[in-house]
């Protein structure tokens, strides 16, 4: 029996949304794992700078504003002119979740924005990552939202909902290419103050997961380098949901 591989040692990653939360810590754990990583942002060059100098290997910055489609088509190019062909594509950057909107205020600015980013764009970078025809992996970071919205969420939870299906159908068409597609649906994210700032929401989830916690951000990306890794090899199409049991236990 041999043991389990999640050496990326050689390989290329791109992580969108990298320079701050979850996907700087995505980054940290590609770094870690010997993946050479490059770390897409949109307006923060001196946060993105931040996490490229705090990797282990060889890392590089990459400006993308990614609700722009025209400029999102482009982003793999650019990205592959540092260290050539991409092998593993996450798609981290997201239109974010703390905006609350009901329906009935749902201007259509929002609704595309949200569309064009969580969606759109992920589709277009996947079209483009698909063109160099070769072994690789893409890890779309959903939402448990995807599943049972949260109020006043409708934009960002249909979003994801369709990232999720879009893997799933991604990974049939491009399994012919060797490029495996999965999703990984995290839950509420633990991230700085979020107890201070939110202590009623913080509260209500902690007493509805069957673990009485938060989600652990280091949890999700180590998700992601399995998923990347050849460990997963025959994993494509699926969707790893880290939640801390909350989308299991019922009446939640």
Not at 71 to 84: D, S, V
Not at 118 to 134: C, S, Y
Not at 178 to 206: F, M, Q, T, Y
Not at 238 to 252: A, E, F, P, R
Request: with cysteine; hydrophobic share 40%; glycine share 8%.
């Amino acid at each position: 029996m041999t043991g389990i591989n999640l050496d990326l040692t050689g390989k290329i990653a791109l992580v969108t949304g990298g320079s701050r939360g979850l996907g700087s810590v995505i980054c940290r754990y590609l770094s870690l794992a010997g993946a050479q990583v490059i770390i897409h942002y949109n307006e923060n060059y001196q946060a993105a700078k931040k996490i490229k100098n705090s990797l282990v290997g060889f890392a590089e910055t990459i400006q993308t504003d990614l609700s722009n489609l025209s400029e999102t088509r482009k982003l793999i190019e650019k990205a592959q002119g540092y260290f050539g062909p991409i092998d593993i594509l996450v798609n981290c950057a997201a239109e974010s979740s703390q905006r609350l909107c009901p329906i009935s205020q749902l201007s259509d600015e929002i609704w595309n924005k949200t569309q064009v980013t969580n969606v759109q764009a992920p589709l277009v970078l996947m079209q483009e990552f698909a063109k160099q025809r070769r072994a690789s992996s893409i890890i779309n970071i959903c939402s448990i939202e995807s599943k049972r919205p949260g109020q006043h969420h409708a934009d960002y939870a249909v979003s994801k909902a369709a990232l999720e299906m879009l893997s799933k159908a991604a990974a049939q068409e491009y399994g012919g290419l060797n490029i495996r597609v999965n999703a990984v649906c995290p839950g509420l994210i633990d991230r700085e103050e979020i107890e201070k700032n939110w202590p009623e929401g913080v509260n209500s989830w902690k007493k509805a997961s069957p673990l009485n916690a938060l989600v652990n951000p280091d949890d999700i990306a180590k998700a992601v380098i399995f998923l990347a890794s050849d460990s997963s090899s025959s994993i494509t199409g699926s969707t790893l949901t880290v939640d801390c049991g909350l989308s299991v236990k019922s009446g939640w």
